[in-house]
């Protein structure tokens, strides 16, 4: 009877904590991205990430992305992880708008974390005005989460 109860209580604790992790959003592409935060009124958060060879990028997902306390505060954002993977095949067209965003945003390491503001030009273009940027920050998600807040709310 004590292992089935424990059987039970390890297969709701491991689908929770599953069903946690999927409730925050990456989006690959930028323009699904922009739409959503233009209906919505949100700042970008775009991660610049190297997923498959990057163990700082790995630590910052582990340490801060995947957590509740980041699910809860991005609430308030859309984010787009931009990957540059080394071994995972990736579509074309992802692959040109991350290259076109790292150079754009002038990328030299991973992590990098942008926040930008979407402004619509007269043109019909989507100007993305930067907030500023940051990477790993040691001490976990509170230490990370401050680091961004002062990045998005100070004053433009």
Not at 16 to 40: C, G, I, M, P, Y
Request: hydrophobic share 35%; glycine share 6%; with cysteine.
């Amino acid at each position: 009877m004590k292992k089935v109860f424990f059987l039970i209580f390890f297969v709701t604790l491991s689908s929770s904590k599953t069903f946690s992790q999927q409730r925050v959003q990456w989006h690959t592409d930028l323009n699904l991205a922009l739409n959503e935060a233009s209906k919505e009124n949100k700042k970008i958060l775009l991660f610049f990430t190297g997923s498959d060879w990057c163990g700082w990028c790995k630590r910052l997902q582990n340490e801060v992305f995947k957590t509740s306390d980041f699910e809860e505060w991005s609430n308030s954002l859309v984010l787009v992880e931009l990957d540059f993977p080394r071994r995972t095949p990736q579509d074309q067209k992802i692959k040109n708008q991350n290259l076109q965003l790292q150079s754009m945003f002038q990328v030299r390491g991973y992590p990098t974390v942008h926040f930008v503001i979407p402004e619509k030009m007269n043109d019909g273009r989507t100007n993305l005005k930067s907030l500023g940027k940051t990477g790993y920050v040691r001490g976990g998600p509170t230490a990370w989460l401050n680091v961004a807040n002062n990045i998005i709310n100070k004053t433009l």
